[in-house]
Structures are given as structure tokens and as C-alpha cells.
């Protein structure tokens, strides 16, 4: 079975600071990878995805994630953090195909502090 | 791109009462759809899998009498809580993965957030 872990609840960091949330999985097969951010009542925006290409993957609004096998690991980074950035974050592991299911993390809340 | 819809966004209504919440895919053919429920400040945990024209699978702890699944369409699921109580009181959302996809051809709808009195 799948599963994943965010380290952290809650994460705190001063605006133009590096932001890294990081995400641990558990998976039988060669995972699927995916974060998603959350703003307040709001639906889900997809981050980045991990699908088995290279390991260091770029998003959108300068996020980065990088796949790590040997620690089972898929940590999302940000250079400087912004205002904006402050949300939910969610790390998801599927398997194969779109038709598998997709297993969220616990989530990670992000407050960036001016 | 691929966009799912759900309809209503948010729906308020007394104990008792049941409520239909519905998931389409606007622009593709879903013959499966994923069923999600985020409570406050929690992740979101996955309810059911709703097959078109088949019976839905629910994950484990999931009441199937109370949560209905009807996959009408091959762009149409609902979700149906029924005798909704306040503890119901949650964000619901609906996942479509587009035919011959890989993992990361999925689309979320933009959730419907539902209030029991």
C-alpha cells in the first residue's frame, strides 16, 4: 500500500527566506509524485509532478522538487519565499496510471513572515 | 485543458435533509471518477471510486448507504449525502483522469463545500 508523510504541520518562514517542506513515501512500485498547494476555500493547483523522468523538477511559481529513491524522498524547495506562497501544501504519491488511485499526505501549512 | 466541474460550490442545509452534489468532466469522457473528503485543516482522504456503469467502490470506513454514487454518464458522477448530519459538514471533491493518461493526467474539480445545520 501507498502512503506518504509531511514532516512538519506547520512551517514558518521570513519572507525572501528558502522555504523546504519535505515528503516521505512509501510505495511497492515505481511512484508517481505530486504537490499540490491549497490557498483558503479554494480548490487544489497542482505544484509539480514526479512521473519517472528526472529527478529534479521544476513547477510553477519557482518551486522545485527533488525525487529521491535511495531516501524514499520528494522534499519541495523554493529559493525565497513571497507573501503569496502562504497556503496548504499537499505531497501525493498515485501509481501508474491516471486511473490509480492518489494518496495525499497529512498536509503542510506554510506561513511566511514579512 | 481538461476541466472537471462540480455544482453546487457550496450548499447549506438542515439535519436530516439530503444533498446531491455532482462532478462532470467538460471536455473528455470519465469513465471513472475519484471521490475525495477534506474536514478542516485535514488532508484530503479518498471515499470512493465511481465507475461508469458499475457499482462504486468505497475505501474502507466509508458508509456506502449514506455517501450514493451514480455514475450517470461518461461525464456525469454524483455523490448523494444522504440523512446529512453536521459531522457531514465537510469539503468535497472530485478527481477525473483523462483516458490514456499517464499518473499525471488527472484533473480535481473545484471542490464543494458542504454545511449541515
Known amino acids: 500500500a501507498q502512503s506518504v508523510t509531511q514532516l512538519g504541520s506547520h512551517v514558518s518562514v521570513s519572507e525572501g527566506a528558502l522555504v523546504l517542506l519535505r515528503c516521505n513515501y512509501s510505495?511497492?512500485?515505481?511512484?508517481?509524485l505530486f504537490w499540490y498547494v491549497q490557498y483558503p476555500n479554494q480548490g487544489l493547483q497542482l505544484l509539480l509532478k514526479y512521473t519517472s523522468a528526472a529527478t529534479l523538477v521544476k513547477g510553477i511559481n519557482g518551486f522545485e522538487a527533488e525525487f529521491k529513491k535511495s531516501e524514499t524522498s520528494f522534499h519541495l524547495t523554493k529559493p525565497s519565499a513571497h507573501m503569496s506562497d502562504a497556503a496548504e501544501y499537499f505531497c501525493a504519491v498515485s501509481e501508474g496510471t491516471s486511473y490509480d488511485k492518489v494518496i495525499f499526505g497529512p498536509g503542510t501549512s506554510l506561513s511566511v513572515i514579512p | 485543458g481538461a476541466v472537471v466541474s462540480q455544482h453546487p460550490s457550496r450548499v447549506i442545509c438542515k439535519s436530516g435533509t439530503s444533498v446531491k452534489i455532482e462532478c462532470r468532466s467538460l471536455d473528455f469522457q470519465a469513465t471513472t471518477m475519484f471521490w475525495y473528503r477534506q474536514f478542516p485543516k485535514q488532508s484530503l482522504m479518498l471515499m470512493a471510486t465511481?465507475?461508469?456503469?458499475?457499482?462504486?467502490?468505497?475505501e474502507q470506513g466509508v458508509e456506502k448507504d449514506k455517501f450514493l454514487i451514480n455514475h450517470a454518464s461518461l461525464t456525469l458522477s454524483t455523490l448523494t449525502v444522504t440523512s446529512a448530519h453536521p459531522e457531514d459538514s465537510s469539503f468535497y471533491i472530485c478527481?477525473?483522469?483523462?483516458?490514456?493518461?499517464?499518473?499525471?493526467?488527472?484533473?480535481f474539480g473545484p471542490g464543494t463545500r458542504l454545511l449541515v445545520l
Open positions: 465511481s465507475n461508469e456503469g458499475s457499482k462504486a467502490t468505497y
Open positions: 510505495s511497492s512500485v515505481p511512484p508517481y
Open positions: 478527481r477525473a483522469p483523462v483516458p490514456a493518461g499517464g499518473a499525471e493526467a488527472q484533473y
